[in-house]
């Protein structure tokens, strides 16, 4: 199983990014799929998720109204639009899958909930 999470680069605040997981090895149809982040000497922490089977979605209150997750079926990817980017989003961002399905609300996930991880993409917000 691989996830290739991409589309991390170097932003002014403000600005935009969309950062694309892809898989192989499982079929991300059938999975539910976070974002994760990672900023230098902190916890790794919860971003958004989209849960297979019904669409649902939900995003951690930092990021709710600036970030979206969906999915591009033609692609076959799950995305994470970040609009009005800040300083403080500044990570290393990664995609985890699990075969868990979620119901709509607002919670932080566990990363111990997604058994299938993929690399970092940086993502750096200018001042």
């Known amino acids: 199983v691989q996830l290739q999470a991409s589309g991390g680069g170097l932003v002014q605040a403000g600005g935009s990014l969309k950062l694309s997981c892809a898989a192989s090895g499982i079929t991300l149809s059938l999975h539910s799929v976070a974002w994760f982040r990672q900023a230098p000497g902190k916890e790794r922490e919860f971003v958004a998720v989209n849960s297979w089977g019904g669409g649902v979605t939900n995003l951690a209150d930092s990021v709710r109204g600036r970030f979206t997750i969906s999915r591009d079926k033609v692609k076959n990817t799950v995305d994470l639009q970040m609009d009005s980017l800040k300083t403080e989003d500044t990570a290393a961002y990664y995609c985890?899958?699990?075969?868990?399905?979620?119901?709509?609300?607002?919670?932080?996930?566990?990363?111990?909930?997604?058994?299938?991880w993929g690399q970092g993409t940086q993502v750096t917000v200018s001042s």
């Open positions: 985890a899958a699990s075969r868990r399905r979620w119901s709509s609300g607002h919670y932080s996930l566990d990363q111990i909930a997604f058994p299938y």
